[in-house]
Antibody, heavy 126, light 107 residues
Framework: QVQLQESGPGLVKPSQTLSLTCTVSGGSISSGSYYWSWIRQPAGKGLEWIGRIYTSGSTNYNPSLKSRVTISVDTSKNQFSLKLSSVTAADTAVYYC??????????????????WGQGTLVTVSS | DIQMTQSPSSLSASVGDRVTITCRASQGISNYLAWYQQKPGKVPKLLIYAASTLQSGVPSRFSGSGSGTDFTLTISSLQPEDVATYYCQKYNSAPETFGQGTKVEIK
């Protein structure tokens, strides 16, 4: 059973950089046709996709955050990470890491985020 | 970027009712559409992918349909445990946008 666990500071000061790590257990981050993503949710609001990384290192980011976001992967540690710079109060949210897939076998196609971390609340405040 | 618009934003229905939620993409996305259920205080759960394929373990009262720009999530007989917010999401090409959510309550 694949499990994902977010870790990192729960409080970040304005203008600083938010850094989170997601540790994957129960399987290799490099195996299968998967990508690894960060998604956030401000209190009482909807889900916002931040970006994703393939284990090849290829990344895609939300255009609204692209100038501030970096996602990286460390396959040796079975982890991937998020850095969000120049944070403001608007970046306060629960941050989720998740495993995504989008591939077709000879018989079926698969997609969506099937495994999620439990989420970690990051508050931006001085 | 492709926008995903859900309707309604909330609904209230009786136990046993048939419930339908719609999701519209601003451009065609083939069938690269997933639906999630998020109960209060919980992590989102994948219900349906490829617009109509039920994720393993999801009750059969949930179904999805559509292709291109218009999609629906149907709960054939609403149960008390279905109280949640439901999100659609386009995947495949980036950015992977979520709809704004539909909150389902019991009348």
């Amino acid at each position: 059973q694949v499990q994902l666990q977010e870790s990192g500071p729960g409080l970040v000061k304005p203008s600083q950089t938010l850094s989170l790590t997601c540790t994957v257990s129960g399987g290799s981050i490099s195996s299968g046709s998967y990508y690894w993503s960060w998604i956030r949710q401000p209190a009482g609001k909807g889900l916002e996709w931040i970006g994703r990384i393939y284990t090849s290192g290829s990344t895609n980011y939300n255009p609204s955050l692209k100038s501030r976001v970096t996602i990286s992967v460390d396959t040796s540690k079975n982890q991937f990470s998020l850095k969000l710079s120049s944070v403001t109060a608007a970046d306060t949210a629960v941050y989720y890491c998740a495993r995504g897939t989008d591939y077709c076998s000879s018989t079926s196609c698969y997609g969506g985020y099937d495994y999620w971390g439990q989420g970690t609340l990051v508050t931006v405040s001085s | 970027d492709i926008q995903m618009t859900q309707s309604p934003s909330s609904l209230s229905a009786s136990v046993g009712d048939r419930v339908t939620i719609t999701c519209r993409a601003s451009q065609g996305i083939s069938n690269y559409l997933a639906w999630y259920q998020q109960k209060p205080g919980k992590v989102p759960k994948l219900l349906i992918y490829a617009a109509s394929t039920l994720q393993s373990g999801v009750p059969s009262r949930f179904s999805g349909s559509g292709s291109g720009t218009d999609f629906t999530l149907t709960i054939s007989s609403l149960q008390p445990e279905d109280v949640a917010t439901y999100y659609c999401q386009k995947y495949n090409s980036a950015p992977e946008t979520f709809g704004q959510g539909t909150k389902v309550e019991i009348k």
